[in-house]
């Protein structure tokens, strides 16, 4: 018997004891811990198995795909894209097959399971997760990403602060370039458009929804295009104006950082046909503005959501201290008292009132969420311990400042309803 080529980042005891030297359809045994969870429609075989504590997602595919994916999904790690982590490839000659290895998404959702609870008549609940698609394939194209095959199946949702974040789960046809021209970038669009309103048509179909619907569903998966288009213009625009008009440029980095990009580098540079113009050209890093200066202060790894929300946090914690200090009190003391007397301790009490769901630090965002719609619901401060009373049971008040709120994304469990891949 050939035995099994083994490329794994994490070697440990749990990984190493699976058995590779058997096909993935023939895991369901009692040393393996498999765990049930409901996946997409794919091309290929996928498990989920539990081992060191960690859960991890297991795909049976053709070794050269498997170690094409495997080595794109490192290419993506490097660059901070959101994408799953790749843990290892597997090859297993015997049966001319390999297994991918990445890690769980954890607190992710898939579009189908999300769309089951989304009411028909509120199509605010779909823009903001078709926005987010959006937002990830100009993330992937800035990077040079080709993605090839963007679909409802091939992503995952999840929330970071009171945000939606998207992820690729599925690198089969991706393809890693200094850059894509404009034909590159407008093909792997077309591809997108073309299997969201695929996917959502047949869902709706699936789950029963009205016919009348579908034409509603296409056209939001057109809007894909125009929340992509808009994105990208705005981050590739150089706008001209007048030299004594130098103050637009702030307002220029003000809403690049709003949408949470970082600023490299400004680049003004006088306008050819007329010098007295200038052209300003904005280098835009990553989508990690907030992110990044909380991680200066504080330390703490969070996504760009989560960041926004957190910062306002440590704003007001920092004006609580100076004003009990009766003087200044330096960002970097505020953001160290910070995290011990606040975060640290709250975090693990929002966690617990939601049930461990999700993560601890999103729990303490929707716990400020609740605090803060709770408050202008009274026209007072209501307190951390009444938030948290209101977290465990749920109540989530709805009025017009609820826009972002949590329960546009409900957290309630899945019904019972199973779909035919």
Known sequence: MRAPEFRLRAPSAGLLALPWDRPLSQWNVPDVALRDIAVGPSRHLVKFVEADGLLWAVKDMPGRI???????????????????????????????????????????????????????????????????????????????VFWGDCSLANTLFSRDGQILQAWLVDAETSEVHPTLSRGQRGHDLDITVENVAMGMVDLAERLGRPESLQDTLIAEAEQVRVQYETLWELLHAEPVFGFTDRYRVEGTIRRLNELGFAVDEISLQPVTDDPSQLKVHVAVGDRRYHAQRLQELTGLDVGEGQARILLGDLRAYQAQLCQEAGHDVDESTAARLWV??????????????????????????????????????????????????????????????????????????????????
């Open 340 to 421: 011990i007397e606040v975060v640290t301790p709250y975090e693990r009490l929002a966690h617990d009132v939601v049930g461990q769901k999700g993560t601890a630090i999103q729990a303490y965002c929707d716990l400020l969420e609740v605090r803060w719609l709770l408050s202008e619901q009274a026209g007072h401060d209501v307190g951390t311990n009444k938030a948290l009373a209101a977290l465990a049971r749920g109540v989530i008040p709805s009025d017009s400042a609820a826009k972002m709120a949590i329960a546009e994304v409900p957290t309630a469990p899945m019904p019972a309803i199973e779909l035919d891949d």
């Open 66 to 144: 498997a170690v094409k994916e495997y080595d794109v999904l490192r290419r993506l790690e490097e660059m901070g894209l959101p994408a799953v982590r790749p843990a290892g490839v597997v090859l297993q000659p015997e049966f001319d097959t390999a297994i991918l290895v990445t890690r769980y998404l954890e607190g992710s959702w898939q579009y189908r399971r999300l769309f089951m609870r989304l009411p028909p008549d509120q199509p605010k609940h779909r823009e903001r997760l078709l926005d987010a698609m959006a937002g990830l394939l100009v993330e992937l194209h800035r990077h040079g």
